[in-house]
T-cell receptor, first 114, second 111 residues
């Protein structure tokens, strides 16, 4: 069974703090993704990575950065948290390639910025 | 216009009913298609992939119409446990691979 884990289920941070969200997958997937999910807006892609040390901006990268030093681990960094970054953050992974590879999701981190 | 569009619902149906959801997509580079299920405050989980010839998994049937650019999900004999949000997902190949999500359709199955 594919397992994607995220470092925290719930997190409360103050405005201006630096926040690290970690994601680990155990299926040797090349692709890893970070999304945020907000009511009425669905899942929006923040960043993705298709290989170690590679990263690509998604649709809403502003205010975020990422790090992929090892294949199994993909970190999302909020350099200076703001209240509009309060959201559910979901990490996902998949195999690379144009076959019918689905994504597998972690349980999510519900971040509140006060 | 959103790249992937779904009717947000909610669809309120009695147990045992048949219900169908549609999803339209606009990007011609769309290559693979999926239906995910998401329970309240949980992560999305794959329900089924959608193949060109259509496919069935128990009470669930998925169909793809590339000419009209839509996919559908049919649920027969609805159960209370089917209550969830159903997300339509399109995988796009354009240099790299991206997954585009619809905002989901809420289903409530009523006793």
């Amino acid at each position: 069974d594919v397992k994607v884990t995220q470092s925290s289920r719930y997190l409360v941070k103050r405005t201006g703090e630096k926040v690290f969200l970690e994601c680990v997958q155990d299926m040797d997937h090349e692709n890893m993704f970070w999304y945020r999910q907000d009511p009425g807006l669905g899942l929006r892609l923040i960043y993705f990575s298709y290989d170690v040390k590679m990263k690509e901006k998604g649709d809403i990268p502003e205010g975020y950065s990422v790090s992929r030093e090892k294949k199994e681990r993909f970190s999302l960094i909020l350099e200076s948290a703001s209240t509009n970054q309060t959201s559910m953050y979901l990490c996902a992974s998949s195999f690379y390639g144009n076959r019918n590879y689905e994504q597998y999701f972690g349980p999510g981190t519900r971040l509140t910025v006060t | 216009r959103k790249e992937v569009e779904q009717d947000p619902g909610p669809f309120n149906v009695p147990e045992g009913a048949t219900v169908a959801f549609n999803c339209t997509y606009s990007n011609s580079a769309s290559q693979s298609f999926f239906w995910y299920r998401q329970d309240c405050r949980k992560e999305p989980k794959l329900l089924m992939s959608v193949y060109s010839s259509g496919n069935e998994d128990g009470r669930f049937t998925a169909q793809l119409n590339r000419a009209s650019q839509y996919i559908s999900l049919l649920i027969r004999d609805s159960k209370l446990s089917d209550s969830a949000t159903y997300l339509c997902v399109v995988k796009i190949t354009s240099g790299t691979y991206k997954y585009i999500f619809g905002t989901g359709t809420r289903l409530k199955v009523l006793a």
